[in-house]
C-alpha cells in the first residue's frame, strides 16, 4: 500500500532559532523598506504569501507593489538563511527522529516524499540542507508562496505526486505530519491523516481541539510514525 507523506519543515523537521523571521526581516526591509510588525508576528502555520501580505498590509505597502516584487523574496530569503547559517549566527538543526524518518521515508518503495510549508520553495530548501534533509528526496512539494490559504498546498503537492509517479494518492493514502493546528485543518480538508509533533509552535490542546489523528512528544520513535503512516 503506497503512501504519500507531506512533511511541514519548520517545527515538525527542523527547530530553525529564528532563522527564517531574521531572513524575512532582511529582505522584506531591502524591497520595501519596511517589515512591518515581524517581531511579534506569529508565523505558525501560515503561508509566506499570507505572512508577506499581511505585514506589509498592515504598514500600508499597497498590495500591487507587494505583488510587483513578491517573486524576488524567495531568492532573497533563501540567501539569508544561508548567509546566517554558514556565518554561524543562526543555527538550524534536525529535530528528535527526523532524520532517520527521512532516510525511512526514501528507502521504502512504499512512501513517497512530499513537502507542505508555509515557506517559499527556495527557503524551504535552504532550511532543509542546514539541518541535514537533502531536498532532492522531495517528490512532491508545495510552498508557501503558491497560496496565502495553507488549505490549498495539500491538493498541489497531491497533484505533484500523481505527475511524478502516477500514482492517485486518495484519503489517508495521503499522511500529514506537522507541528500547528493548520496543518491539521488543511490535512483534514483532503481527507487525509494527521500525525503531530508537539516540537512546534502549538501545543497539546489546540492539536486536540483541531481533531489531529495522533499527537507525537516528536518523531524519535520512528517505528511509532511508520505504523501511524501505514494503519488507515
Ligand atoms: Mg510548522
Redo the contacts with the bound molecule.
Keep these: 500500500m503506497s503512501k504519500l507523506v507531506l512533511l511541514?519543515?519548520?517545527?515538525?523537521l527542523i527547530a530553525s532559532d529564528g532563522t527564517g523571521r531574521a531572513a524575512m526581516e532582511a529582505a522584506l526591509i531591502e524591497i520595501f523598506g519596511t517589515a512591518g510588525d515581524i517581531a511579534t508576528y506569529r508565523f505558525?502555520?501560515r503561508t509566506d504569501r499570507d505572512n508577506v501580505f499581511t505585514l506589509l498590509g498592515a504598514v500600508g505597502v499597497p498590495e500591487e507593489q507587494i505583488e510587483a516584487h513578491f517573486v524576488r523574496l524567495g531568492p532573497l530569503v533563501a540567501q539569508g538563511i544561508e548567509r546566517l547559517v554558514s556565518s554561524k549566527q543562526k543555527i538550524i538543526r534536525a529535530l528528535p527522529g527526523a532524520l532517520t524518518l527521512y532516510d525511512a521515508l526514501h528507502a521504502s518503495s512504499d512512501t513517497t516524499i512530499g513537502v507542505v510549508?508555509?515557506n517559499f520553495r527556495e527557503s524551504a530548501a535552504a532550511k532543509m540542507r542546514a539541518g541535514g534533509f537533502d531536498p532532492v528526496r522531495v517528490v512532491a512539494g508545495a510552498y508557501g508562496s503558491e497560496s496565502a490559504d495553507r488549505n490549498q498546498l495539500p491538493p498541489l503537492a497531491v497533484q505533484r505526486a500523481f505527475e511524478a509517479t502516477g500514482l492517485r494518492f486518495r484519503g489517508t493514502d495521503v499522511v500529514v505530519i506537522?507541528?500547528?493546528v493548520r496543518?491539521v485543518r488543511a490535512g483534514h480538508a483532503i481527507g487525509a491523516k494527521v500525525i503531530t509533533v508537539l516540537t512546534?509552535?502549538d501545543d497539546y490542546d489546540a492539536l486536540c481541539d483541531a481533531g489531529a489523528d495522533l499527537i507525537l512528544d516528536d518523531l524519535s520513535d520512528n517505528g511509532q510514525v511508520l505504523e501511524a503512516i501505514f494503519t488507515d
Excluded at 8 to 12: H, P
Aim: glycine share 40%; net charge negative.
Design positions: 511541514d519543515i519548520d517545527g515538525t505558525g502555520g510549508t508555509g506537522g507541528d500547528t496543518d512546534g509552535a
